[in-house]
């Protein structure tokens, strides 16, 4: 149940685990750029193996910080401080069994260890010990976290025992802020229903509903309620309103084909290891939305432990794990989705989008093809297919893919896959096809939505720069341009292409001063240093324009850009053959100007990449 808010709950979850973690796994260091691989050498020595998981902690990579970790504890078995260590490497890898020993011998030197006693609480409620369960849960930590985390799944275990009124007494004692409120009346009405109190289970979701309409796990619990209670309307309404908000969500679509079709839909939850589940998936959901990855990471292992095919926890811990730039464990952990889920689909896609991160290019493209083939009328994994084709500058097949994708959207709005012309409009740019660009770039400039300002100021962008690179429409693509800089106004991209605009101008001194904003908002982009360069050349600032210049060339540029840069080193920018424009009006067209848009960011692509350059 995400929480798409920051209040005191979720600080303070994130404090109870980083209480619990040690230093090196909660760094906030740069991070890899590419998958670790499947398995490592262990050092020599105990200071080597701790120097090598504290490095691996340090950049989140937790399968190495769980190798070298465990070869440490081996070295020196009485080391505390390193168990510690061990046990929150192993944990957050997902070697549960192993993590579990650990936390055992943690809490024989130190009972009130909050994380392990959470860990052994969450073992014994697989195992259906519940009042032992209990005990640990009651061992834990101290604060608003552990409190709300250790009332919920005490609340569970005795659920699974059958005492379904302590339960629901359990429970009640959460008071607090709004989302306290929201968790408790939630997971009251699942409990509710799982023990067969119908009346307090409808009372307890109805409310939760009320409170929050735009949680899709609400929605979808409320909504699978009352559909197995007799009421189909309400569960139809429920889903079609969610639906307006966020349109084209598997689980909704799922659900509301099912109940048009007449086919029942199952409880959300089944089981008291399930509820368990699902209070752990919420609060990993809650934390991976703010950015507390690995906190995130924990809660999502143990959810899984609870409910191997928990879809949703599945999908939210890949998705974590791309964000800590590991696809190839991404990609494992996408391989487990059920192929019953409704989320199977964008599994796959996803599967292949990382691939395509990893460098494997091709079979990223042999995978999404093989998808496609498997779904040909579905619209997002052809449209995948074409940003992996972009992405590998196969510009005109994407062009050829992305419109196989707009013959498919028939009667349904537009304006939801505006993205679709955006990309095929960057494409037949880059293909050298500018009235086909054009022509996208305007629709995609007209179905964008003002709800989404970035993609709007993306679109305002790209065609808007096009235009300046061309010496066309000069005065409405400044027009556009300074609107997307008010959109996006910590953009580094957008900030370039207005003082790229200003450049092709002959407005040097104006050049210079957006390009000097754009470059301290995006100081390793060497488009953006290769402009600066040639606006420091032009205000008569040499020196510093040949610095730029070389720092643009240490920046791995584009091997097109990496010759005209170097040929600038060489012998600066020729002599203009005509005084430049010092007007908002038409220049001269000047070859020997840098030809090209610089790659902006592009704007959400509805769930199928999130990378930049068009």
Avoid: C
Avoid at 341 to 367: C, F, R, T, V, Y
Wanted: charged share 25%; net charge neutral; aromatic share 8%.
């Amino acid at each position: 149940m995400p929480a798409p808010r920051r209040g005191g709950a979720l600080a303070a979850l994130a404090l109870f685990l980083a209480a619990s973690t040690a230093p090196a796994l909660a760094a906030r260091l740069p991070v890899r750029e590419v998958a670790p691989p499947q398995s490592y050498e262990p050092a020599d020595s105990l200071e080597g193996n701790f120097l090598a998981a504290y490095i691996a902690g340090a950049s989140r990579d937790t399968a190495a910080a769980a190798t070298y970790y465990r070869e440490a504890v081996k070295g020196d078995p009485r080391n505390a401080e390193l168990l510690e260590r061990s046990f929150v490497a192993l944990l957050a890898d997902g070697s549960l069994p192993e993590a579990f020993r650990a936390a055992e011998k943690l809490t024989q030197r130190d009972g009130a260890n909050g994380l392990a006693q959470l860990a052994l609480g969450v073992q014994k409620i697989k195992a259906k010990q519940f009042a032992a369960a209990r005990q640990n849960l009651q061992r834990g930590g101290k604060g608003a976290a552990a409190d709300l985390t250790s009332t919920l799944l005490t609340a569970w275990s005795y659920a699974g025992a059958g005492e379904g009124k302590k339960a629901l007494e359990t429970i009640n004692k959460l008071k607090g802020e709004r989302y306290y409120n929201v968790f408790r009346d939630y997971h009251a009405g699942l409990i509710a229903a799982l023990v067969g109190d119908k009346v307090e289970a409808e009372r307890r979701l109805k409310s939760a509903y009320d409170s929050d309409r735009n949680t899709l796990r609400i929605v979808d619990a409320y909504g699978r309620f009352e559909a197995e209670s007799g009421r189909p309307d309400l569960a139809v309404a429920a889903y079609q309103e969610f639906d307006n908000v966020l349109p084209r969500h598997p689980i909704v679509r799922d659900a509301l084909d099912k109940l048009k079709a007449g086919k029942p839909l199952t409880p959300l939850i089944n089981s008291a290891q399930e509820g368990a589940a699902e209070v752990l998936y919420g609060l990993g959901s809650a934390g991976t939305s703010q950015g507390d990855e690995l906190p995130a990471v924990v809660y999502l292992r143990l959810a899984l432990y609870l409910a191997p095919e928990h879809s949703l926890a599945l999908l939210t811990l890949a998705d974590t794990l791309e964000r800590m730039k590991a696809p190839e464990r991404a990609n494992e952990v996408f391989a487990r989705m059920p192929a019953s889920s409704p989320l199977k689909l964008n599994a796959d896609i996803q599967i292949g989008l990382n691939l395509e991160q990893m460098g494997k290019g091709d079979e990223a493209i042999a995978h999404l093809d093989q998808v496609a083939k498997t779904y040909p009328n579905d619209i997002d994994v052809i449209s995948a297919l074409g940003n992996v084709q972009r992405s590998r500058k196969k510009y005109a097949e994407s062009a050829q893919t992305y419109t196989k994708a707009i013959d498919l959207i028939g009667d349904q709005p537009a304006r939801n896959y505006w993205t679709l012309y955006y990309f095929r409009g960057t494409s037949y740019e880059r293909a050298k096809e500018w009235p086909k660009a054009e022509a996208d770039l305007k629709k995609a400039l007209e179905l964008v939505p003002a709800t989404q300002p970035n993609g709007r100021a993306q679109v305002l962008n790209y065609l808007a720069y096009s235009w300046v690179d061309q010496n066309m429409n000069i005065d409405e693509a400044f027009r556009m341009l300074k609107q997307a800089v008010d959109l996006q106004p910590r953009d580094g991209m957008i900030i370039d292409s207005l003082g790229w605009a200003y450049y092709r101008l002959g407005r040097w001194d104006d050049a210079v001063r957006e390009l000097e904003k754009a470059i301290e908002l995006k100081p390793g982009d060497p488009t953006i240093n290769d402009h600066l360069g040639d606006a420091y050349w032009r205000s008569g600032r040499r020196l510093e324009g040949k610095f730029q210049w070389q720092h643009a060339k240490d920046l791995n540029p584009e091997p097109e850009d990496l010759a005209k840069i170097e040929a600038k080193l060489k012998d600066g920018l020729p002599e203009l053959e005509k005084p430049a424009a010092t007007a908002e009006t038409q220049p001269a067209p000047q070859p020997e100007m840098p030809k090209g848009a610089p790659a902006p960011t592009e704007p959400p692509a509805m769930g199928t990449e999130t990378k930049s350059g068009g």
